[in-house]
């Protein structure tokens, strides 16, 4: 069973915390496209946060295009992009530079950015065989 | 068999089945809870925990020893009944004294670092739609319309030259109207309570605990049909009831309290013997992972039975004493479903109780 968890004691908003799992199993593989995820009522009741904070992160994901939201089919993970939008990418590349540049300024060297850029891909290329498997 | 025998039998039997219960709650709860209070699981192994359980179960068989005497005492004073109600009375006070004592006794045992663990939770992301809902939904359909269309009916089929009078006729659908309905509901909200996941596991947690939801759906949709069907059969029956059909009414009497009360009985012994609250008979073995969220939050419980909680939205949540789930308080929709039941039971009677005074 997928399970995702919250900790409300830590200062990252709970909402990021719900969005960044699902982003995380859905890039994964671990969630297929086509999977149905729960409503937003049972979601927010099993993790016993208000409603708005889950319609929030679903909302969040359904901008970035991991999720569609149907009233009738519910919350489906949506299927990749054939072709990547001028704008989503320019937005990306933005996101990618400052992280990139922040990695720089904490230490980092352009060798090591490259060696975690590639194992951090690789990685998800795994988890998606396995989860083919 | 004199009557007073019979009572004192069952009334034996009721204490004894009542205090089996209270004995064996604590030792089917999840593991971390104790007496309404989140000890955490490394607390729950300790002797201290041990020495509370042996004292509550000492506790208990006296309660049902003094419950005992006083209504063997009361019935042997003459007055049977009266000793069979007052000792089931008093061994539910002494019951809950009890539980608030060892309430008490038990947060002593909790550390500091347990309360931390109610601001995590954990929830399943593929969990698919819990298993009966349509057939609690169903059964609400049905239980609604029969209860409705037989209270009906025996108010238009009763006429003052009945050999039963008003209120004794109206009884039977009156009680089928405010029971019935109310089950299938709980079915109905039992189909979507909320999962209180632990921490890790590996997802054995979360199917312990469907395994334990989808059991009770079930049982309440079925216990729903199996007393509504009775209790309909039972009111069409009492609203044509003469002394030559007394034979089929007493067998209608007889078979329906046996298969309800045999299918409530043996449901409970089952989901005790082989579920425990919330699956923690299924969890054991795989998970010693803490609790989360609903039922390792002491702050949201009041005396460990009452849960408040205005920002979940879940209506109903795993019971931390007893067996089943337990209505959040500060939900609104909880509190409407409680106060329409209410608004119900008050308007049937007041239906009654008033036809009673105005047709006899």
Request: hydrophobic share 50%; proline share 3%.
């Amino acid at each position: 069973m997928l399970t995702i968890s919250i900790d409300r004691s830590i200062e990252y908003p709970v909402y990021e915390q719900i969005a960044d799992q699902v982003r995380q199993l859905i890039a994964t593989g671990a969630l297929a496209p086509g999977a149905a995820l729960p409503s937003v009522r049972r979601l927010a009741g099993d993790l016993g946060v208000n409603l708005n904070t889950v319609a929030r992160a679903y909302r969040v994901l359904e901008d970035e295009g991991f999720l569609t939201i149907r009233d009738r089919a519910g919350v489906v993970v949506a299927a990749p992009a054939e072709e990547i939008d001028e704008t989503v990418r320019a937005d990306l590349v933005d996101d990618l530079r400052a992280t990139l540049a922040r990695l720089r300024q904490a230490g980092m060297t352009p060798e090591e950015l490259s060696a975690v850029a590639w194992s951090e891909l690789l990685a998800l290329d795994g988890d998606r065989e396995n989860e083919d498997e | 068999m004199s009557e007073a025998i019979v009572v004192n039998l069952f009334f034996t039997a009721r204490v004894v089945f009542l205090g089996a219960i209270f004995i064996a709650f604590p030792r089917i709860s999840r593991k971390g809870l104790m007496f309404g209070v989140y000890i955490g699981e490394s607390t729950a192994d300790r002797e201290a925990t041990r020495r509370l359980l042996s004292s509550w179960t000492r506790s208990v068989i006296g309660a049902m020893g003094l419950t005992l005497a006083l209504g063997y005492g009361i019935s042997l004073a003459g007055q049977p009944v009266a000793g069979n109600l007052t000792g089931t009375a008093f061994i539910l006070l002494l019951a809950l004294g009890l539980y608030i004592r060892f309430h008490f006794k038990a947060r002593e045992l909790a550390p500091a670092a347990a309360a931390r663990q109610g601001e995590k939770a954990v929830a399943v992301l593929d969990a698919g739609e819990p298993k009966g809902k349509t057939l609690a939904k169903v059964a609400l359909a049905i239980c609604a319309v029969a209860s409705l269309g037989a209270f009906a009916y025996a108010n238009i089929a009763w006429d003052p030259s009945a050999e039963l009078s008003y209120l004794v006729v109206m009884s039977v659908p009156a009680f089928n109207l405010v029971v019935t309905p109310i089950l299938a509901l709980s079915a109905v909200l039992t189909a979507s309570a909320k999962l209180s996941v632990r921490e890790g596991g590996g997802g054995r947690s979360a199917e312990a605990q469907a395994a334990f939801r989808d059991i009770n759906t079930s049982v309440f949709s079925w216990m729903a049909l199996l007393t509504c069907a009775f209790l309909t059969v039972l009111s069409v029956q009492v609203a044509h009831f003469e002394e030559s059909n007394k034979g089929a009414l007493v067998i209608t009497l007889l078979v329906g309290a046996v298969i309800v009360v045999g299918f409530g009985f043996g449901s409970l012994v089952r989901i005790m013997r082989s579920y425990g609250q919330g699956g923690a008979l299924r969890e054991r073995g795989g998970v010693d992972a803490p609790l989360t969220d609903g039922l390792a939050d002491d702050a949201r419980w009041v005396m460990g039975m009452f849960y408040v909680n205005r920002n979940d939205p879940s209506i109903l949540v795993e019971k931390r004493f007893g067996i089943g789930y337990a209505f959040n308080w500060g939900n609104r929709t909880a509190v409407l479903i409680m106060a329409s039941y209410l608004v119900l039971v008050l308007g049937v009677s007041a239906i009654v109780l008033m036809g009673a005074l105005t047709r006899g």
